[in-house]
């Protein structure tokens, strides 16, 4: 708990099962998008009882809202039943990403967007109040952690993928969740 006893976002954790796979996903990347849309079908074929799923937000400087994004998701975290709602946003931001990205990176409609407009414009698509939550000191420190993880790790693009605490390059966004499966074994 943080100091000053504001609510812990919850961890983006899925199943209970031996073996570990932790995504690291950045929110408005197209591969990262692509990756997302398949780790619930993937625990699914996989089973909960196979498998633990973690999902790690990866800020990436070239998506220039990212940092501003992934504080989103875990504000979002940070709200009732916060895993679910974590992954309701980013998968929300994917599904509408023209709409807080960038063109090319450094152009287009979003130029004169402000971060309250971004807020607002999550908060019309997920129904979720995340003004509030988004400014906690605990979603600053989790905002840490979900980056410290990473560059511990040696972790600098997304998707990343680690399979039972080592990064496995194996793993590839354009791949089927069959063959991810696979890759388990």
Known sequence: MSTDSTPEPAALIWGHGPRKVEFFLEPTCPFSVRASRKLMPFLEHVGEDALTL??????????LFSG???RCILAAAALPDGRDRAWQTLRTIGDHREEFDFSGHCAGLNMQTTPDELIARLEVYTQLSLAVPFRLSSVTEAMKAHTRHARKNGIHVSPTVMLD???????????????WAALLK
Not at 167 to 172: K, P, Y
């Open 54 to 63: 973690q999902v790690h937000i990866h800020s990436q400087p070239w998506h």
């Open 68 to 70: 501003f994004l992934t």
């Open 165 to 179: 605490g080592r990064v496995d390059d194996r793993f590839q966004s354009g791949q089927t969740i069959e063959e």
